[in-house]
């Protein structure tokens, strides 16, 4: 009874600070005639006009699907590479590998998972800059930019759904002698498979709308003719391109729901 007080009271607590936090951000903002400038009013009229016709001219058309088809061969390359470091990393930082509890198996855990905080904490298109100061505007800028971040998010995730594998199956393939490895591939991996192609397309979904973004610097894309039209007043272009990228992740998005189905089952 008194643990479920103290729930209580923290639970409390925690939601008067989150509303005063609420309150008290309304009143820094300054409501006053400059929140929107001149001209908005005008060009939000013109981008309303624009998504309610969209340029659907077979040259726009062409142009959206090769810019398409270039934002997601970035999205696709970078999370390949993502998912297949942010696995490894995964593993390693969950500890499934190690066989004793000792001050070793938190050392490497802690190790690993610094290394993943490390990738994460740098935003895709900081390195997409630091990648295109260093070498250019290259594919490989925009590949990296998103593998790299993108292994630390998925090795992070890919680790808290290891350590969250049910202990009873794994009990029994230790009990006839399983190695590590064996317990890896026949123990964790069923498990939690479903999981981990869940975050993966939830995470690829991302990866489409951050390879997008990276195409403002030049690199090619769908973001990259966002910027363009947008430079010329042309609303109703980027309203096509826009269509073209929220085609591309329902089609992430069902293609998902469609894959954990076959799994579950």
Same mark, same amino acid.
């Given at each position: 009874?008194?643990?479920?007080?103290?729930?209580?009271?923290?639970?409390?607590?925690?939601?008067?600070?989150?509303?005063?936090?609420?309150?008290?951000?309304l009143f820094s903002?300054?409501?006053?005639?400059?929140?929107?400038?001149?001209?908005?009013?005008?060009?939000?009229?013109?981008?309303?006009?624009?998504?309610?016709?969209? /340029?659907?001219?077979?040259?726009?058309?062409?142009?959206?699907?090769?810019?398409?088809?270039?934002?997601?061969?970035?999205?696709?390359?970078?999370?390949?590479?993502?998912?297949?470091?942010?696995?490894?990393?995964?593993?390693?930082?969950?500890?499934?590998?190690?066989?004793?509890?000792?001050?070793?198996?938190?050392?490497?855990?802690?190790?690993? %998972?610094?290394?993943?905080?490390?990738?994460?904490?740098?935003?895709?298109?900081?390195?997409?800059?630091?990648?295109?100061?260093?070498?250019?505007?290259?594919?490989?800028?925009?590949?990296?930019?998103?593998? &790299?971040?993108?292994?630390?998010?998925?090795?992070?995730?890919?680790?808290?759904?290891?350590?969250?594998?049910?202990?009873?199956?794994?009990?029994?393939? +230790?009990?006839?002698?399983?190695? %590590?490895?064996q317990q890896l591939?026949?123990?964790?991996?069923?498990?939690?498979?479903?999981?981990?192609?869940?975050?993966?397309?939830?995470?690829?979904?991302?990866?489409?709308?951050?390879?997008?973004?990276?195409?403002?610097?030049?690199?090619?894309?769908?973001?990259?003719?966002?910027?363009?039209?947008?430079? /010329?007043?042309?609303?109703?272009?980027?309203?096509?391109?826009?269509?073209?990228?929220?085609?591309?992740?329902? &089609?992430?998005?069902l293609w998902s729901?469609?894959? +954990?189905?076959?799994?579950?089952?």
């Open positions: 009874m008194q643990h479920k007080l103290m729930y209580f009271h923290s639970k409390t607590i925690l939601t008067i600070v989150m509303l005063l936090t609420f309150i008290a951000s903002v300054e409501w006053g005639g400059e929140l929107v400038h001149a001209g908005g009013w005008t060009t939000m009229l013109q981008m309303i006009q624009g998504m309610l016709q969209p /340029d659907f001219s077979l040259e726009i058309l062409k142009l959206a699907f090769m810019s398409a088809w270039i934002t997601l061969a970035y999205a696709v390359a970078g999370m390949t590479l993502a998912v297949l470091f942010g696995f490894v990393f995964g593993v390693l930082s969950s500890g499934i590998l190690l066989k004793n509890r000792g001050a070793s198996h938190y050392a490497v855990k802690n190790f690993f %998972r610094g290394m993943l905080g490390f990738l994460r904490a740098i935003h895709e298109l900081v390195w997409a800059l630091l990648f295109v100061a260093a070498t250019g505007i290259s594919p490989f800028a925009a590949i990296f930019a998103i593998a &790299i971040p993108y292994s630390g998010i998925l090795g992070r995730v890919f680790s808290d759904i290891f350590t969250n594998v049910p202990e009873k199956p794994l009990q029994s393939l +230790r009990a006839n002698g399983a190695t %590590r490895l591939l026949y123990g964790y991996l069923p498990f939690a498979a479903p999981d981990l192609i869940s975050y993966a397309f939830y995470r690829f979904e991302c990866a489409i709308r951050s390879s997008a973004i990276m195409s403002f610097i030049g690199l090619g894309g769908l973001g990259f003719q966002i910027q363009l039209s947008m430079q /010329d007043l042309h609303y109703d272009e980027v309203w096509t391109f826009l269509i073209f990228l929220i085609g591309m992740v329902m &089609i992430v998005d729901q469609m894959l +954990r189905k076959r799994l579950v089952a």
